[in-house]
Every structure is written in structure tokens, then in C-alpha cells.
């Protein structure tokens, strides 16, 4: 439920509703604009008709329902677009912003040199893994704490602030200590109590679609966070699986505009894990701010045939920088800038 208060309200009136609220068993949610008081009643639907009576105390306007399973995160309780601000970016807005890096970080001179590069050719944000969910065990699993110390020096080389994953909640008081943004990959979308942990943190988080996650199961997982406290949550599409075999995965470019619909959280594309291959990075990406995304995840390394992890779809730095200069008619054309 939605309580919308009359101008006005004061204090007293709006910590009555809150009272009410919590008794009757929600968390309230405040989500007041710059003109009206507005409190958001999230709980699992008991006892809604106290809920309800409160339209006849004084100062409220309004009491309405959430239709929407998911609730802080959809466009029914907040109709601006949510703008997250991490160091002199701003994301969500008419800016688009660039994301890229290696998947994974492999040393000091790759990573330094990586962040260079990017950053020369326009990206905002170094991405790089130090902990990395591989679908072997065999396989590189992530440098860890020596990684993450790695990336504090490309950002100290760069000044660019850094996305990084974090896979356990064992590990997550270690990547705040490095992370400006918190990633979640796409196997632990719905790793609830990793969720829930990462909304208690005064971090931004990007969450990755899951693998074979619909648009409105991707919606629950972001809201997880959000009722948590944390509101500054991306959501990054990152393609699914599909019968198709002939790419990694199957970008999911309709769910941007669905997304935009339904949420006023920033969106995020990764054509990278979206194809599995560098050849159609360029294309994905320019179909991705056409279709109205907010920001892309662009792997780039600088020898992807060594690459420890996802070299087949990261592009040269040269590539990238290409990309980048065409990616700018492109956001013209949509009314935006890169
Ligand atoms: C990554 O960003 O390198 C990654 C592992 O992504 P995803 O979780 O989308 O597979
Ligand atoms: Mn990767």
C-alpha cells in the first residue's frame, strides 16, 4: 500500500501512519518527493483493511494499493527515474555510462594498463573480477584480496571507481573495503541471504539477470534489496539461455524497454556475456542504447588469446575506443549522451 499525505503533514501526523503501519504488521518505506510525503506500506498483505482505514485520519490524502508483486523497486510507488551518483558519475540519467575492463584481474600490469586504455577512450568505470564464478572448478577462480588491491591501484592510476563482484557473504566486508559498486553475478540472482545482506550496505550494487530468470523474477531479487534499505540498485542484463547455441547467450534486448516500464531502477547492458563473442559486441552495444539502456559492461583486455577467463568475447583496447567513437551518433540519435 501506498499512503500519500496531504501538504503539509507534519512530523507528528506522518510518524502516526508510520506507527499504524508497523502495528499492523509492513515496514514502512519512505519515499517523499520534493512536494509530498509519500509512505510506502511493504509486508506480506495481512490485515490490509488497517491499511485502508487510515484514509480517514487528518492528514492523509490517500491510501492505494501496489498492484505489482515486486513494490519499491516498481514505477507504481516511484515515477522518476532513480539516478545513482558513484564518485562524479551519475547513473540513470540522460548520460550513458561505459563500464568496461578485463573479466577477470590478472596482475598489475594488465589491469593498470587496461584502465588506461578505457578510460583514454571514454569509459566511466573500470570493471574487473577478483572473485570469479566459473562453471568449473578447475578453472581460474580469481585472484581475491591480491586482486582487489590490484584494482585500488588502477583506480588510483585511473581515478576511475571500480565494479567488482562479490560472490559470498563471507567476503562481502572485504570487497566494501574496495568496491565502489557491488557486483552480482547472474548465478546468484536469487542467492536471497546474499541479497539480503548486500541491502543493508551503503553501497551501489549491480545485479545481474539470471541465467534463465524472467524480467519479473529479476524485479523480485532487486526488490529483496531495496527492502532491505538500500535503494541504489542496476540492473544489468547479461543475456539468457535460450535453445540457440550459435551465440553464449541470448541477449535479451526487449527487456530494456520492458524494464524501463516497470521499474525506475538504471539499466545496464553486457553484450559481452550476451553473445560469447568480441565480433558482436559493437552491434549489441549500439542496439542496446538504441533501445534506451542506461549504461554497458564491455569486457576489454589487452591480449585476449591469454586471457585467464572470457577472452573470446573481450575486445582490443583499439576495438573498444572504435566502438566508443560510434557509439556517440548512436546515443545522439536517442536524445542521450556517452
Ligand atoms: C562477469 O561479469 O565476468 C560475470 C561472471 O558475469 P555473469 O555473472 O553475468 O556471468
Ligand atoms: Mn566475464
Not at 509486508?43 to 491499511?51: A, E, H, I, P, V
Not at 578485463?102 to 584502465?115: K, L, N, R, T
Not at 578447475?138 to 583506480?155: I, N, P, T, V
Not at 576489454?300 to 586471457?307: D, F, G, L, S, Y
Amino acid at each position: 500500500m501506498i499512503v500519500i499525505m496531504k501538504e503539509g503533514a507534519p512530523k507528528d501526523a506522518i510518524e502516526e501512519v508510520k506507527k499504524i503501519v508497523k502495528e499492523a504488521g509492513y515496514t514502512p518505506h519512505d519515499l517523499s518527493g520534493e512536494m509530498k510525503t509519500v509512505i510506502a506500506a511493504v509486508g506480506d498483505g495481512r490485515d490490509k483493511s488497517r491499511l485502508e482505514s487510515m484514509e480517514s485520519l487528518a492528514y492523509v490524502e490517500r491510501v492505494v494499493p501496489i498492484l505489482k508483486p515486486y513494490k519499491l523497486c516498481s514505477r507504481e510507488v516511484k515515477k522518476e527515474d532513480t539516478i545513482i551518483t558513484v564518485g562524479n558519475v551519475a547513473i540513470g540519467g540522460k548520460h550513458i555510462v561505459v563500464m568496461a575492463g578485463p573479466c577477470s584481474v590478472e596482475g598489475e600490469e594488465q589491469i593498470v594498463s587496461i584502465a588506461r586504455d578505457v578510460k583514454a577512450a571514454g569509459a566511466e568505470i573500470l570493471r574487473g573480477g577478483a572473485f570469479k564464478p566459473r562453471t568449473s572448478p578447475y578453472s581460474f577462480q580469481g585472484m581475491e584480496k591480491e586482486g582487489l588491491e590490484l584494482l585500488k591501484k588502477a583506480r588510483e592510476a585511473t581515478g576511475l571507481p571500480i565494479v567488482t563482484e562479490v560472490m559470498n557473504p563471507r567476503e562481502l566486508d572485504l570487497v566494501c573495503e574496495y568496491a565502489d559498486i557491488l557486483q552480482i553475478g547472474a548465478r546468484n540472482m536469487q542467492n536471497f541471504s546474499l541479497l539480503k545482506l548486500v541491502g543493508q550496505v551503503k553501497k551501489p550494487v549491480l545485479l545481474k539477470r539470471g541465467l534463465a530468470s524472467t524480467v519479473q523474477e529479476f524485479l523480485m531479487s532487486a526488490e529483496y534489496i531495496l527492502s532491505e534499505g538500500n535503494r541504489e540498485v542496476m540492473l544489468c542484463e547479461r543475456g539468457i539461455r535460450t535453445f540457440e547455441t550459435a551465440t553464449r547467450n541470448t541477449l535479451d534486448l526487449s527487456c530494456i524497454p520492458v524494464l524501463k516500464e516497470l521499474t525506475h531502477l538504471p539499466i545496464i547492458t553486457d553484450p559481452s556475456h550476451g553473445t560469447g563473442y568480441w565480433q558482436f559486441v559493437s552491434s549489441m552495444s549500439k542496439a542496446s542504447v538504441a533501445a534506451g539502456t542506461d549504461g554497458l559492461m564491455i569486457e576489454v583486455h589487452n591480449r585476449p588469446e591469454m586471457a585467464f577467463s572470457d577472452g573470446a568475447q573481450s575486445l582490443k583496447p583499439k576495438k573498444f575506443a572504435q566502438l566508443m567513437k560510434e557509439l556517440r551518433p548512436v546515443a545522439e540519435a536517442v536524445g542521450r549522451t556517452i
